[in-house]
């Protein structure tokens, strides 16, 4: 082999090679971005549904909480007896005594002062509920009233869905979504 065939081998090794080598178009790049770009904008809207599920799963929790207590307290105090003077009562039977169509199945609706506690203790005072031997509730013997702005609402179906038996209704609500729990009382339960 001569020189110049030899020169003209290796001219056309090297062109080989070149040719052969591999990479990415830049074609290829745009698409690999714009598959990856969505993937991304799909993992940022999970993440944005989630953090706002998180959030509504914390406020449904708090109301609940709220609406419990409530419902602990009513429980509670239907099951006490009291004397206030000559007066002898059960709680039950003042917790029946605020439904207006007893046995009717018809609800009585009683809205509940939650942001100032001396309101809250003149209500229930108003609607003959006292502690035993006490004229009015101390703070003590209330529930913690929410640091929210909650609307509580007692709803009272006495002598529903049985005799001797009261359906209290106790809602909880801050923003728009009322929490309810239902549950009955009996004074022999």
């Not at 110049?4 to 001219?11: E, F, L």
């Not at 009291?82 to 609706?109: F, M, Q, R």
């Not at 929410?146 to 923003?175: D, H, Q």
């Amino acid at each position: 082999m001569d020189r110049d065939t030899c020169s003209s081998v290796r001219y056309r090794s090297v062109t080989m090679n070149k040719l052969q080598q591999s990479g990415f178009t830049i074609l290829e790049v745009m698409v690999a971005i714009v598959v990856m770009a969505v993937g991304l904008l799909g993992v940022a809207a999970m993440q944005t549904k989630a953090i706002h599920s998180n959030y509504f799963a914390g406020v449904l929790t708090e109301k609940t909480s709220v609406a419990e207590e409530w419902m602990e307290w009513l429980i509670h105090f239907s099951r006490q007896n009291y004397k206030i003077g000559a007066d002898n009562y059960s709680g039950y039977e003042k917790l029946a005594a605020l439904d207006k169509n007893p046995g009717t199945g018809t609800w009585t609706v009683k809205q509940i002062t939650c942001n100032n506690t001396e309101a809250l203790k003149n209500d229930l005072l108003a609607w003959g509920l006292r502690p035993p031997n006490a004229e009015r509730f101390d703070d003590f013997q209330l529930p913690k009233l929410p640091v929210k702005n909650y609307s509580m609402t007692w709803y009272i179906a006495a002598n529903s869905p049985l005799e001797n038996t009261t359906t209290i209704r106790v809602e909880a609500m801050e923003g728009g979504r009322p929490v309810s729990l239902v549950f009955l009382v009996s004074p022999v339960m």
